[in-house]
């Protein structure tokens, strides 16, 4: 599982602001004093490629938890972990986000569980630890008092020295909740490679070209993909801060560059890669 299928859902288990859907000021109260220290757990399935540039697709089980104390949030969501040491200031419309991060990279690391056999025929990757941090700042109150837009830009870097390289990844996310039980997230993010990291996943070496009959490729590293998606939840009981809510979203990724032209990709598989993930997430 990529990086990709936890940003699908990570939107879901932020802090929601007090929702617009004329409560009474007392409830409002009530759901920002909540939201302030709270857990969330969750599990759910998502769909997504058999590798990252895959053509074929496959269900992978998704947890997901979350904890805000002190407006210190936490989240791990299925191979990624992340810390936001700074803590949210209530009733503040802007609020900076900096803080450790670290996905557990599984790209190609299970033969069996890829369908095309020149793809199989090229081994196993081993498994990486990518650590790094990130740092971010978010505008309550864009379109009305509750909606959220937040920037950020997160590094990571190999630390198993499988492909001894880092990843950039720029993003930007809109938040707005339709009511105290009902939030909607959109969000772009991209992801910029080094070399390393781009022929270890993407490239075929002479002898691996010999053994899967894919030509012989080495990309260089650059600006890897871009990526568009989305996700809805929906308390089923009690509201966004408490109870059992159901989650669902969706991303559309497109490869560019040397990574589209690769024959992992161009030939085995396609550069627009789809996901999509349905859960439910419950709040304490």
């Known amino acids: 599982m990529r990086l990709l299928v936890p ?67 936490f989240t791990v969501l299925g191979n990624r972990a992340s810390l936001d040491v700074i803590p949210d200031v209530a009733d503040k419309d802007w609020n900076l986000q900096l803080g450790p991060v670290a996905v557990i990279n599984l790209n190609r690391t299970n033969r069996d569980a890829i ?21 971010g700042i978010a505008k309550t109150g864009i379109l009305h008092d509750y909606d959220t837009l ?35 997230s959109l969000f772009a993010t991209a992801e910029i490679v080094e070399d390393r990291y781009a022929r270890t996943y993407f490239g075929v070496t002479p002898t691996g070209s010999v053994l899967s009959g894919l030509p012989a490729f080495t990309p260089e590293g650059g600006q890897k993909d871009i990526t568009f998606g989305g996700m809805f939840t929906h308390s089923l009981t009690g509201n966004l801060t408490k109870g059992l809510a159901l989650v669902a979203g969706g991303t559309y990724k497109k490869l560019i560059g040397d990574f589209a032209d690769s024959p992992l990709v161009a030939i085995a598989g396609s550069r627009h890669q789809w996901t999509g993930g349905a859960g439910l997430a419950l709040t304490f």
């Open 115 to 135: 369908a095309d056999p020149r793809v199989r025929a090229l081994g196993e990757v081993d498994t990486a630890v990518e650590v790094g941090g990130y740092a």
């Open 150 to 184: 937040s920037a950020s830009l997160s590094y990571r870097h190999d630390v198993t020295k499988i492909h001894r390289s880092g990843i950039f990844t720029p993003s930007v996310t809109y938040t707005t909740p339709l009511s105290t039980k009902a939030l909607v």
């Open 7 to 73: 940003a699908l859902l990570a939107s879901a288990f932020a802090t929601p602001a007090v929702a617009q859907d004329g409560a009474p000021p007392a409830e409002q109260a009530e759901v920002a004093n909540e939201a302030r220290a709270r857990l969330s757990i969750g599990g759910g399935a998502a769909w997504i490629p058999d590798y990252e540039g895959s053509d074929d697709s496959r269900w992978t089980p998704l947890p997901a938890a979350n904890g805000t104390v002190a407006g210190m949030s």
